[in-house]
């Protein structure tokens, strides 16, 4: 099955063409085809992502990256060697049987939207593609809606049915494009810039969620302590290399730089970030008092305290989790998790508690479409796919 995907829920634009096999136990993926734009430009000015403008660039992005993902589609696979001049005959009847009204109505609000679609889809033959996907939530809704009412868009032009995703289902399929998670239970840890959660998994499509954030989510309070270091957005990386820094020259943290461990002791599953943001806030406020800054050596000293205190937590939670859930495989997606120390620290606990752990790869770890089609290729067993359904985006969409 060929499956079409669209993100955009957050300030990443992305299309992605899978070859997807296998039954739900053990299936196999072939990216096809890939594109994607990434709005961290645009929105490092604001500090983080600015919901308008990335409506805006979504809208203003979309064709064009479904134009490079056709086209890489169409070279890669061999019985999509068509084009409107080879093929007009098929290209004809396609165009005949589009109710130009009706998506007229989809992209209401995005004319401009609607009049380059118009054009792309008169210009461009049909793709050999089963299934559309597009992520419904969760997110910043306005971005939602522009891919939503795009793919609406398409399904109704090409006649191909559509399936609504879960961002949060696509993290976790994010694993499945090298891997084959075979043992059940499996516990995953979604650590991004708007989730912090753990979800038991007794088998695929089964959701339940255990824990979470009760106030920032982890990346969240990696760019809020970005900010306060004078770091550019996303913070996650420029802290991350400041405590790297600090960990390889082996310093030692002075006590008053002691940041708190917020819920490494609550008996349930859940994580609390924005005290030690606020501990952070405290603690620069007052390091900052002789000079008015902070000095090189501050700066990392509370990077690495910072990153050394959320690992702990994320440890202490999962470990508490896997031995109560019976757990046998982790899943571990997004964004945060390209943070090497993170990774490291979570293979501790895999191999000590002697459970297999699971990550994607680099570019699948922040949000791409890729994982939208693997989680989407998941959810279409035993369901209904239909042409056009209504959707509706959901920017706190909870897996469970
Ligand atoms: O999953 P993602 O791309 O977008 C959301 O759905 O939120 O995650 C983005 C988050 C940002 O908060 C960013 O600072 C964080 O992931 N991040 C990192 C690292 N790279 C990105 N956090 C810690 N260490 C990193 N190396
Ligand atoms: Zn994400």
């Given at each position: 099955m060929k499956i079409l995907a669209i993100e955009t829920s957050c300030d990443e634009t992305a299309l992605a063409i899978l070859d997807a096999t296998g039954d739900i136990e053990s299936p196999k993926f072939t990216v096809l085809a890939s594109a994607l734009n990434s709005q961290i430009e645009i929105h490092k000015e604001y500090g983080g992502v600015f919901p308008a403008m990335a409506k805006r660039a979504h809208a203003e992005n979309i064709v064009p990256l479904l134009e490079t993902c056709l086209s890489e589609f169409i070279s890669e696979s061999s019985s999509n060697k068509q084009d409107p001049e080879s093929n007009p005959g098929r290209q004809n009847d396609v165009l005949e049987k589009i109710n130009w009204d009706e998506i007229k109505t989809i992209l209401d609000r995005e004319p401009e939207l609607f009049a380059k679609l118009e054009t792309f889809i008169k210009n461009n033959p049909k793709p050999d593609v089963d299934l559309l996907a597009v992520t419904s939530?969760?997110?910043?809704e306005p971005a939602l809606w522009v891919g939503i009412n795009f793919a609406r868009a398409l399904s109704v032009a090409w006649s191909i049915p559509l399936l609504p995703i879960n961002h949060m289902e696509g993290h976790i399929a994010s694993v499945l494009l090298e891997q084959n998670v075979a043992v059940f239970p499996v516990l995953a840890l979604l650590i991004s810039g708007g989730h912090t959660e753990l979800i038991h998994i007794p088998e695929w499509k089964s959701y339940t969620k255990i824990g979470q954030t009760v106030d920032d989510a982890i990346g969240e309070a990696y760019d809020k302590v970005a900010r306060l270091l004078d770091l550019s957005y996303p913070g996650g990386p420029e802290i991350s290399k400041l405590a790297n820094n600090a960990r390889e020259a082996k310093i030692t943290i002075p006590d008053e730089i002691a940041l708190p461990r917020p819920m490494l002791h609550s008996k349930d599953f859940n994580f609390s970030f924005s005290g030690i943001k606020t501990a952070a806030l405290y603690l620069v406020q007052r390091l900052k008092e002789p000079t008015g800054e902070l000095s090189a050596a501050q700066k990392e000293a509370i990077a690495l305290e910072f990153e050394t205190a959320v690992t702990e937590v994320l440890c202490k939670k999962l470990t508490k989790a896997i031995i109560e859930y019976g757990t046998n495989s982790i899943i571990v997606g997004g964004g945060?998790?390209?943070?090497t120390y993170i990774r490291s620290e979570l293979q501790k606990v895999a191999a000590q508690e002697d459970v297999a752990i699971y990550f994607p790869n680099k570019e699948l770890s922040t949000d791409n479409a890729v994982m939208i089609a693997m989680a989407a290729y998941l959810q279409q067993f035993d369901t209904d796919v239909v042409v056009n359904p209504t959707i509706k985006a959901e920017g706190n969409l909870s897996l469970d």
């Open positions: 939530g969760p997110g910043l945060v998790i390209a943070n």
